[in-house]
């Protein structure tokens, strides 16, 4: 038989049992794929963030954002006139709105399109918590979507991290 001599695949051939277990592994692989982040703040709601910040993933690969807060609702939502705001995500790229996600809860999105998906949390755009993504590659001498800076609040503006200190070290906190 063609696969006599591999003993593993034999197995899986003979036995249905094998082929669930075989799913599940590859399930697992899948989720381990997944990048993390976290929405999180101080104790007393000061101060709100999302850990890390900004982020280097390729095409095709995973986001979730987990609301690791105890005591406070986020939201992950990106620029993107679907959401009212002004586009600061690729064109042609999927927006994206995960709604209020109670403490716990969690949201995952996959990133196909090549370039800088700017992000925010609804209640909290106005204390700057936003994020930064960059799928595969993007120009590190253009401020990305700087057409859009004067729509946006101040403190929001200044807690992108820039796109050269992204590409660098790939996570920023
Ligand atoms: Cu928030």
Same mark, same amino acid.
């Given at each position: ?15 249905? &049992? ?41 095409? &095709? ?69 936003? &994020? ?24 929001? %503006?200044?807690?992108?991290? &820039?796109?050269?200190?992204? %590409? ?6």
């Amino acid at each position: 038989m063609a696969f006599a001599h591999n003993p593993r695949r034999r197995l899986l051939l003979s036995a249905g &049992g094998g082929l669930l277990v075989s799913a599940a592994l590859l399930r697992k692989a899948a989720a381990a794929d997944e990048v993390e982040i976290a929405l999180s703040g101080t104790a007393n709601g000061s101060e709100v963030w999302f850990r890390p910040r900004g982020l280097l993933i390729q095409p &095709g690969q995973t986001v979730r954002w987990i609301n690791k807060d105890t005591g406070n609702v986020h939201t992950t939502t990106a620029y993107h006139p679907k959401n009212g705001k002004p586009l600061r995500i690729p064109q042609g790229a999927d927006s994206w709105n995960s709604d209020y996600l109670m403490p716990g809860e969690s949201f995952a999105m996959t990133f196909r399109v090549q370039g800088v998906y700017d992000y925010f949390c609804i209640p909290h755009e106005h204390a700057g918590m936003v &994020g930064r993504i960059i799928v595969g590659s993007a120009d590190p001498a253009q401020p990305p979507y700087a057409d859009t800076d004067a729509k946006l609040p101040p403190a929001a %503006l200044s807690h992108f991290p &820039g796109v050269a200190d992204i %590409l660098k070290t790939k996570v920023v906190q």
